[in-house]
């Protein structure tokens, strides 16, 4: 009706690939032959995304039972926005030390990648076989793990000092 108010609702969807920043959009309402037009802003805050991988998507790793192993793990920021203290953490079994070069890392722009080397140190009495150990990734709300298959093998000098008994046996 003339000279009556009425509320128009707006709403914008950004493709998930957009970087955070702000958007101007402009409105454009028409009817009765007249049209007006209002200057918006979308700000648009990102969405924080993060994976784990290996550099050669290879997720199997060898240790000898009481020595240190490494593992390259490959963080990528695969969402829209910068992330912040990105710290990967590793889940072993019990008896199982792991540490990580670097510890954390202060900012991973989006779509960006780096590479944290963990080093691994099963248990001296580990039994050969192999054992799962699950790394995350943690930056915020944004998670991602990844399990790798770790095989620990005995020292070879087991297995020198086996058939050095089985030789003094037979002899």
């Given at each position: 009706?003339?000279?009556?108010?009425?509320?128009?609702?707006?709403?914008?969807?950004?493709?998930?690939?957009?970087?955070?920043?702000?958007?101007?959009?402009?409105?454009?309402?028409?009817?009765?032959?007249?049209?007006?037009?209002?200057?918006?802003?979308?700000?648009?805050?990102?969405?924080?995304?993060?994976?784990?991988?290996?550099?050669?998507?290879?997720?199997?790793?060898?240790?000898?039972?009481?020595?240190?192993?490494?593992?390259?793990?490959?963080?990528?920021?695969?969402?829209?926005?910068?992330?912040?203290?990105?710290?990967?953490?590793?889940?072993?079994?019990?008896?199982?030390?792991?540490?990580?070069?670097?510890?954390?890392?202060?900012?991973?722009?989006?779509?960006?990648?780096?590479?944290?080397?963990?080093?691994?140190?099963?248990?001296?009495?580990?039994?050969?076989?192999?054992?799962?150990?699950?790394?995350?990734?943690?930056?915020?709300?944004?998670?991602?793990?990844?399990?790798i298959r770790t095989?620990?093998?005995?020292?070879?000098?087991?297995?020198?000092?086996?058939?050095?008994?089985?030789?003094?046996?037979?002899?």
């Open positions: 009706d003339g000279g009556a108010n009425d509320t128009l609702s707006v709403s914008a969807s950004p493709p998930s690939s957009v970087p955070a920043g702000a958007y101007p959009l402009q409105i454009t309402v028409a009817g009765g032959g007249q049209t007006a037009t209002a200057n918006l802003e979308a700000d648009v805050t990102g969405s924080p995304s993060v994976s784990l991988s290996t550099p050669n998507q290879v997720l199997n790793a060898q240790v000898t039972a009481g020595s240190t192993g490494t593992v390259s793990l490959v963080v990528t920021n695969t969402g829209s926005t910068p992330l912040q203290n990105v710290i990967v953490t590793a889940s072993a079994p019990s008896g199982w030390t792991s540490t990580f070069a670097p510890t954390s890392i202060a900012t991973l722009a989006s779509n960006a990648a780096a590479t944290v080397t963990a080093t691994i140190k099963p248990a001296s009495d580990a039994l050969s076989g192999d054992y799962d150990i699950t790394f995350t990734a943690t930056a915020g709300t944004a998670t991602a793990t990844v399990d095989t620990v093998q005995t020292s070879p000098l087991c297995g020198f000092i086996g058939l050095g008994l089985i030789a003094l046996v037979l002899i």
